[in-house]
């Protein structure tokens, strides 16, 4: 990384447990966006105020330092195609996500997947999700941007709803949901492991 800031910026994450997947991930990645920009964090030695993965609102808010328009990518994405296309949907002050069908389809009230999460600049609730992973009772980072968004007028000022192609669910092709063209397939959860494991021994 050089001190010039940069336009845009991809950023993931790995620690001792998710380390594995790191060049499956960067392979994908950099095969379909030779060009981009992507900056991967270890989570072991990063945000110590924090743990797990409550640390990615602050690997968030640390990229909008390096970068005007930042895009968040879970470690368990497959990257399938050029997805440069999603800052075409980044807007001020609010975090573009996909909807995670599954879980609104389950829950009955609209859900968002954080496995994927662009922005421009430092929208307000970044910081009131940070503070908020600091403090959680819930299990995830997602869980945490839920409550905070559970009012539907407060989700409809906060988030950019994404198309499905960037960030399509393992439980999606349960479903039998999935878009056509998918740029990202995200592999949540232990069957998504060994479904990347499966991919990476061939």
């Known amino acids: 990384m050089t001190n010039t800031k940069l336009s845009r910026l991809f950023i993931s994450a790995c620690d001792s447990k998710t380390d594995w997947m790191k060049d499956w991930f ?6 379909h966006n030779p060009d981009a920009n992507l900056h991967m964090y270890n989570f072991d030695k990063s945000f110590t105020n924090s743990y797990g993965w409550f640390k990615k609102p602050e690997a968030m ?7 005007d328009s930042i895009c968040w990518l879970d470690i368990d994405c497959e990257i399938l195609g050029n997805i440069e296309s999603i800052w075409n949907h980044v807007q001020p002050n609010k975090l573009c996500m996909v909807e995670d069908k599954p879980w609104s389809a389950r829950e009955g009230v609209q859900w968002h997947n954080s496995g994927v999460v662009a922005m421009l600049r430092t929208p307000s609730i970044l910081n009131e999700w940070r503070s908020a992973c600091l403090r959680t009772k819930y299990n ?3 869980e945490v941007l839920h409550a905070l968004l559970i009012h539907p007028l407060k989700r409809l000022t906060h988030i950019q709803t994404l198309p499905n192609k960037y960030n399509v669910l393992r439980l999606q092709h349960i479903d039998k949901t999935v878009p056509k063209d998918p740029l990202i397939y995200h592999w949540t959860g232990y069957k998504g492991k060994d479904h990347i494991k499966d991919l990476i021994n061939g």
């Open 26 to 31: 960067c392979e994908n990645f950099y095969k």
């Open 61 to 67: 808010a640390d990229a909008l330092r390096k970068a």
């Open 140 to 142: 995830g980072d997602q």
